[in-house]
Protein backbone atom coordinates (compact mmCIF):
# COMPACT_ATOMS: atom_id res chain seq x y z
CA UNK A 1 0.00 0.00 0.00
CA UNK A 2 1.13 3.70 -0.48
CA UNK A 3 2.13 5.86 2.17
CA UNK A 4 1.60 9.51 1.02
CA UNK A 5 4.94 11.89 1.58
CA UNK A 6 4.19 14.11 4.79
CA UNK A 7 4.02 17.37 2.38
CA UNK A 8 1.42 15.90 0.51
CA UNK A 9 -2.05 17.15 0.61
CA UNK A 10 -5.02 15.52 -0.95
CA UNK A 11 -6.54 17.27 -3.57
CA UNK A 12 -10.19 18.82 -2.33
CA UNK A 13 -11.89 18.03 -5.06
CA UNK A 14 -13.04 13.87 -5.44
CA UNK A 15 -14.07 14.48 -9.12
CA UNK A 16 -11.37 13.15 -10.78
CA UNK A 17 -11.98 9.92 -12.48
CA UNK A 18 -9.19 7.77 -13.73
CA UNK A 19 -9.34 4.87 -16.20
CA UNK A 20 -5.87 2.97 -16.52
CA UNK A 21 -5.86 1.53 -20.37
CA UNK A 22 -4.71 -2.02 -20.37
CA UNK A 23 -2.50 -3.58 -23.26
CA UNK A 24 -1.30 -6.50 -24.10
CA UNK A 25 2.17 -7.22 -25.69
CA UNK A 26 1.70 -6.33 -29.37
CA UNK A 27 0.59 -2.75 -28.43
CA UNK A 28 -2.88 -3.57 -28.42
CA UNK A 29 -5.55 -1.88 -26.05
CA UNK A 30 -7.43 -4.56 -24.61
CA UNK A 31 -10.02 -2.26 -22.18
CA UNK A 32 -9.85 -0.22 -19.40
CA UNK A 33 -10.00 -0.68 -15.41
CA UNK A 34 -11.08 2.37 -13.05
CA UNK A 35 -8.36 3.28 -10.70
CA UNK A 36 -8.05 5.26 -7.87
CA UNK A 37 -6.87 9.14 -8.98
CA UNK A 38 -5.41 9.61 -5.37
CA UNK A 39 -2.94 6.77 -5.91
CA UNK A 40 0.23 5.79 -7.79
CA UNK A 41 0.31 4.02 -10.90
CA UNK A 42 3.05 4.65 -12.97
CA UNK A 43 6.25 2.78 -12.59
CA UNK A 44 9.62 4.70 -11.91
CA UNK A 45 10.97 3.42 -15.21
CA UNK A 46 7.69 4.37 -17.46
CA UNK A 47 9.81 6.40 -20.11
CA UNK A 48 6.40 8.74 -20.54
CA UNK A 49 8.59 9.90 -17.28
CA UNK A 50 12.03 9.17 -17.68
CA UNK A 51 12.16 10.67 -21.51
CA UNK A 52 8.72 12.63 -21.70
CA UNK A 53 8.23 9.75 -24.42
CA UNK A 54 4.43 9.63 -25.47
CA UNK A 55 1.10 11.63 -26.19
CA UNK A 56 -1.61 12.90 -25.22
CA UNK A 57 -4.59 14.64 -26.03
CA UNK A 58 -6.78 17.44 -23.88
CA UNK A 59 -10.61 17.41 -24.94
CA UNK A 60 -13.31 19.85 -22.94
CA UNK A 61 -15.97 18.35 -21.78
CA UNK A 62 -19.41 20.63 -21.39
CA UNK A 63 -22.33 19.26 -19.47
CA UNK A 64 -21.03 15.84 -19.79
CA UNK A 65 -20.86 15.84 -23.44
CA UNK A 66 -17.03 15.63 -25.02
CA UNK A 67 -16.26 18.11 -27.46
CA UNK A 68 -14.34 17.19 -30.61
CA UNK A 69 -13.76 13.86 -29.71
CA UNK A 70 -13.07 12.83 -33.28
CA UNK A 71 -10.72 15.29 -34.08
CA UNK A 72 -9.09 14.79 -31.44
CA UNK A 73 -8.86 11.00 -31.47
CA UNK A 74 -7.19 12.04 -35.32
CA UNK A 75 -4.88 13.58 -33.89
CA UNK A 76 -3.97 11.19 -30.69
CA UNK A 77 -3.64 8.70 -34.02
CA UNK A 78 -1.40 10.94 -35.78
CA UNK A 79 0.97 12.15 -33.29
CA UNK A 80 0.83 7.99 -32.29
CA UNK A 81 2.07 7.70 -35.81
CA UNK A 82 5.23 10.90 -35.46
CA UNK A 83 6.42 9.08 -32.75
CA UNK A 84 6.66 5.78 -34.10
CA UNK A 85 4.05 4.11 -31.54
CA UNK A 86 1.69 1.11 -32.03
CA UNK A 87 -1.43 3.06 -33.24
CA UNK A 88 -4.15 3.73 -30.15
CA UNK A 89 -7.24 1.57 -30.94
CA UNK A 90 -9.57 4.21 -30.89
CA UNK A 91 -12.27 2.21 -30.22
CA UNK A 92 -10.77 1.58 -26.45
CA UNK A 93 -9.76 5.24 -25.86
CA UNK A 94 -13.37 7.01 -27.16
CA UNK A 95 -15.46 4.47 -24.83
CA UNK A 96 -13.11 5.35 -21.80
CA UNK A 97 -13.13 9.09 -22.94
CA UNK A 98 -17.07 9.32 -23.14
CA UNK A 99 -16.99 7.23 -19.93
CA UNK A 100 -14.99 9.81 -17.92
CA UNK A 101 -17.52 12.72 -19.81
CA UNK A 102 -20.28 11.17 -18.47
CA UNK A 103 -18.82 11.02 -15.04
CA UNK A 104 -18.25 14.53 -14.82
CA UNK A 105 -21.90 15.40 -16.00
CA UNK A 106 -22.53 17.17 -13.37
CA UNK A 107 -20.04 20.07 -14.10
CA UNK A 108 -20.78 22.97 -16.41
CA UNK A 109 -16.83 22.59 -18.22
CA UNK A 110 -14.61 20.00 -17.39
CA UNK A 111 -12.06 18.20 -19.27
CA UNK A 112 -10.56 14.81 -20.01
CA UNK A 113 -7.15 14.07 -21.10
CA UNK A 114 -5.57 11.03 -22.73
CA UNK A 115 -1.85 9.74 -22.17
CA UNK A 116 0.13 7.05 -24.07
CA UNK A 117 3.74 6.41 -23.41
CA UNK A 118 6.55 4.69 -24.60
CA UNK A 119 6.06 1.59 -21.53
CA UNK A 120 8.11 0.73 -19.02
CA UNK A 121 11.50 0.32 -20.19
CA UNK A 122 12.79 -2.76 -21.27
CA UNK A 123 9.27 -4.42 -21.95
CA UNK A 124 7.31 -3.80 -24.59
CA UNK A 125 4.11 -2.91 -22.67
CA UNK A 126 2.87 0.68 -23.61
CA UNK A 127 1.30 2.51 -20.51
CA UNK A 128 -1.93 4.56 -20.91
CA UNK A 129 -4.91 6.22 -18.79
CA UNK A 130 -7.40 8.58 -19.14
CA UNK A 131 -8.36 10.99 -16.60
CA UNK A 132 -10.89 13.75 -15.91
CA UNK A 133 -11.62 17.10 -13.78
CA UNK A 134 -13.93 19.90 -13.81
CA UNK A 135 -12.57 22.71 -15.16
CA UNK A 136 -11.20 25.62 -13.71
CA UNK A 137 -13.17 29.39 -14.07
CA UNK A 138 -11.98 31.12 -17.29
CA UNK A 139 -14.75 33.76 -17.42
CA UNK A 140 -12.20 36.88 -16.59
CA UNK A 141 -9.90 35.93 -19.58
CA UNK A 142 -12.57 34.84 -21.84
CA UNK A 143 -14.18 38.49 -21.60
CA UNK A 144 -11.23 40.83 -20.38
CA UNK A 145 -8.44 39.02 -22.76
CA UNK A 146 -4.80 38.02 -21.92
CA UNK A 147 -1.46 39.48 -22.83
CA UNK A 148 0.94 37.57 -24.70
CA UNK A 149 4.86 37.81 -25.51
CA UNK A 150 6.20 37.20 -28.77
CA UNK A 151 9.08 34.70 -28.48
CA UNK A 152 11.15 32.90 -30.68
CA UNK A 153 10.35 29.45 -31.24
CA UNK A 154 14.27 29.18 -32.54
CA UNK A 155 12.70 26.99 -35.50
CA UNK A 156 12.14 27.52 -39.09
CA UNK A 157 8.63 27.76 -40.41
CA UNK A 158 9.76 24.64 -42.58
CA UNK A 159 11.37 22.51 -39.54
CA UNK A 160 8.24 20.08 -40.55
CA UNK A 161 9.85 19.14 -43.49
CA UNK A 162 13.70 19.62 -42.49
CA UNK A 163 13.76 17.91 -39.42
CA UNK A 164 10.84 16.11 -38.65
CA UNK A 165 12.41 14.33 -36.00
CA UNK A 166 12.00 17.13 -33.98
CA UNK A 167 8.68 16.31 -33.78
CA UNK A 168 7.28 19.66 -34.16
CA UNK A 169 3.09 19.38 -34.77
CA UNK A 170 3.37 16.43 -32.24
CA UNK A 171 1.41 16.44 -29.05
CA UNK A 172 4.02 14.79 -27.21
CA UNK A 173 4.60 14.69 -23.29
CA UNK A 174 7.24 16.61 -23.89
CA UNK A 175 5.79 20.65 -22.64
CA UNK A 176 8.81 21.51 -20.44
CA UNK A 177 9.50 24.08 -23.08
CA UNK A 178 5.90 25.06 -23.93
CA UNK A 179 6.01 25.69 -19.67
CA UNK A 180 9.38 27.25 -19.74
CA UNK A 181 8.21 29.77 -22.42
CA UNK A 182 5.22 30.85 -20.33
CA UNK A 183 7.61 31.79 -17.59
CA UNK A 184 9.47 33.61 -19.69
CA UNK A 185 6.39 35.80 -20.83
CA UNK A 186 5.76 35.87 -17.36
CA UNK A 187 9.31 37.41 -16.28
CA UNK A 188 8.73 39.99 -19.78
CA UNK A 189 4.95 40.75 -17.95
CA UNK A 190 2.80 39.34 -19.90
CA UNK A 191 0.33 36.10 -19.48
CA UNK A 192 0.92 33.97 -22.52
CA UNK A 193 3.12 33.26 -25.37
CA UNK A 194 3.00 33.30 -29.23
CA UNK A 195 5.41 31.48 -30.91
CA UNK A 196 7.59 33.24 -33.69
CA UNK A 197 9.61 31.11 -36.59
CA UNK A 198 12.80 32.27 -37.02
CA UNK A 199 12.13 33.38 -40.39
CA UNK A 200 9.63 35.65 -39.03
CA UNK A 201 6.17 34.06 -39.13
CA UNK A 202 3.36 33.90 -36.32
CA UNK A 203 3.44 30.06 -35.14
CA UNK A 204 0.86 29.30 -32.43
CA UNK A 205 1.04 29.62 -28.29
CA UNK A 206 2.24 26.69 -25.78
CA UNK A 207 -1.17 25.29 -25.40
CA UNK A 208 -3.29 26.96 -28.02
CA UNK A 209 -3.57 28.62 -31.84
CA UNK A 210 -3.26 31.96 -33.04
CA UNK A 211 -6.62 33.33 -34.99
CA UNK A 212 -6.65 36.67 -36.19
CA UNK A 213 -10.05 38.78 -38.10
CA UNK A 214 -9.20 41.47 -40.89
CA UNK A 215 -12.28 42.41 -41.65
CA UNK A 216 -14.92 39.11 -42.46
CA UNK A 217 -11.91 37.03 -42.79
CA UNK A 218 -10.26 34.88 -39.98
CA UNK A 219 -6.90 33.52 -40.51
CA UNK A 220 -4.55 31.18 -38.90
CA UNK A 221 -1.12 29.81 -39.71
CA UNK A 222 -0.91 26.82 -41.71
CA UNK A 223 -0.38 23.20 -40.07
CA UNK A 224 2.59 22.62 -42.30
CA UNK A 225 4.74 25.40 -40.11
CA UNK A 226 5.35 22.63 -37.42
CA UNK A 227 2.37 23.14 -35.33
CA UNK A 228 -0.73 21.53 -34.15
CA UNK A 229 -3.74 21.16 -36.01
CA UNK A 230 -5.81 23.23 -33.40
CA UNK A 231 -9.54 20.97 -32.79
CA UNK A 232 -10.95 24.53 -31.69
CA UNK A 233 -9.66 26.54 -34.59
CA UNK A 234 -11.33 23.77 -36.56
CA UNK A 235 -14.67 23.84 -35.25
CA UNK A 236 -14.34 27.80 -35.51
CA UNK A 237 -13.73 28.05 -38.86
CA UNK A 238 -16.04 25.32 -40.29
CA UNK A 239 -18.76 27.60 -38.36
CA UNK A 240 -17.32 30.91 -39.64
CA UNK A 241 -20.25 31.19 -42.02
CA UNK A 242 -22.58 31.78 -39.06
CA UNK A 243 -21.03 34.99 -38.33
CA UNK A 244 -20.68 35.47 -41.93
CA UNK A 245 -17.15 35.16 -42.04
CA UNK A 246 -14.72 33.50 -44.09
CA UNK A 247 -11.63 31.42 -42.53
CA UNK A 248 -8.07 30.58 -44.45
CA UNK A 249 -5.09 29.38 -43.48
CA UNK A 250 -2.11 31.38 -44.55
CA UNK A 251 1.27 32.74 -43.42
CA UNK A 252 0.93 35.64 -40.74
CA UNK A 253 3.83 38.06 -39.54
CA UNK A 254 3.58 39.77 -36.23
CA UNK A 255 2.47 42.96 -38.11
CA UNK A 256 -0.48 40.99 -39.19
CA UNK A 257 -1.17 40.87 -35.40
CA UNK A 258 -0.66 44.28 -34.34
CA UNK A 259 -2.89 45.23 -37.21
CA UNK A 260 -5.88 42.43 -36.95
CA UNK A 261 -8.70 43.72 -36.04
CA UNK A 262 -9.03 41.48 -33.60
CA UNK A 263 -6.91 38.53 -32.36
CA UNK A 264 -7.21 35.40 -30.16
CA UNK A 265 -5.54 32.04 -28.81
CA UNK A 266 -8.00 29.28 -28.73
CA UNK A 267 -7.52 25.83 -27.42
CA UNK A 268 -9.95 22.87 -26.27
CA UNK A 269 -10.28 23.64 -22.29
CA UNK A 270 -9.84 27.57 -21.98
CA UNK A 271 -11.64 28.37 -25.46
CA UNK A 272 -11.27 31.61 -26.93
CA UNK A 273 -9.47 33.88 -25.10
CA UNK A 274 -9.01 37.67 -26.55
CA UNK A 275 -5.29 39.17 -27.29
CA UNK A 276 -5.49 42.41 -25.42
CA UNK A 277 -1.45 43.24 -25.61
CA UNK A 278 1.22 41.42 -27.69
CA UNK A 279 4.40 42.49 -25.88
CA UNK A 280 3.18 45.35 -23.76
CA UNK A 281 1.23 47.23 -26.70
CA UNK A 282 -2.36 46.73 -26.10
CA UNK A 283 -4.93 45.85 -28.57
CA UNK A 284 -8.27 46.38 -29.52
CA UNK A 285 -9.99 42.96 -28.54
CA UNK A 286 -14.02 42.08 -30.21
CA UNK A 287 -15.54 41.41 -27.24
CA UNK A 288 -18.99 40.44 -29.26
CA UNK A 289 -17.36 37.63 -31.04
CA UNK A 290 -15.83 36.01 -28.07
CA UNK A 291 -18.83 35.96 -26.28
CA UNK A 292 -20.29 33.99 -29.48
CA UNK A 293 -17.68 32.02 -29.81
CA UNK A 294 -17.32 31.04 -26.21
CA UNK A 295 -21.46 29.95 -25.92
CA UNK A 296 -20.87 28.48 -29.32
CA UNK A 297 -17.89 25.85 -28.07
CA UNK A 298 -19.35 25.30 -24.78
CA UNK A 299 -23.09 24.70 -26.30
CA UNK A 300 -21.46 21.73 -28.63
CA UNK A 301 -22.85 18.64 -27.55
CA UNK A 302 -20.17 16.65 -30.11
N1 LIG B 1 -1.07 24.20 -30.09
C1 LIG B 1 -0.53 23.54 -29.05
C2 LIG B 1 0.96 23.45 -28.94
C3 LIG B 1 -1.36 22.93 -28.08
O1 LIG B 1 -0.82 22.26 -27.06
C4 LIG B 1 -2.77 23.07 -28.20
C5 LIG B 1 -3.69 22.47 -27.21
O2 LIG B 1 -3.40 22.32 -26.07
C6 LIG B 1 -3.29 23.79 -29.28
C7 LIG B 1 -2.41 24.32 -30.22
C8 LIG B 1 -4.78 23.97 -29.43
O3 LIG B 1 -5.38 22.76 -29.78
P1 LIG B 1 -6.88 22.43 -29.38
O4 LIG B 1 -7.74 23.54 -29.88
O5 LIG B 1 -7.16 21.15 -30.07
O6 LIG B 1 -6.93 22.32 -27.89
Redesign the pocket.
Known sequence: SWTPPSSWTPPSSANHPLLLITHDGSGAATGFVEADAEHPHLNVHDLGVTRGDGIFE?YSIGRGHVQ?LD??LD?FARSARMLDLPQPDLGVWRDAVLEIGRRLADHEEAWVRTILTRGIEGHDMLTGWAQGRPSPDYRRERTEGLSVALLDRGLRSDVAQTSPWLLAGA?TLS?AV?RAAVREAQRRGADDVVFVSTDGFLL??????VVLRRGDTLSTPPVDFG????????DLFAAAPEWGLQAVMEPLTPDDLHAAEAAWI????RHVTPIRAVDGVERPIDASLSAAWNGYLHARLS
Not at 204 to 209: A, F, K, L
Not at 227 to 234: A, C, E, K
Not at 266 to 269: I, T
Request: hydrophobic fraction near 25%; charge should be positive; charged fraction near 10%.
Open positions: TAAHRKYNEGPNSTILPGTTQGVSSV
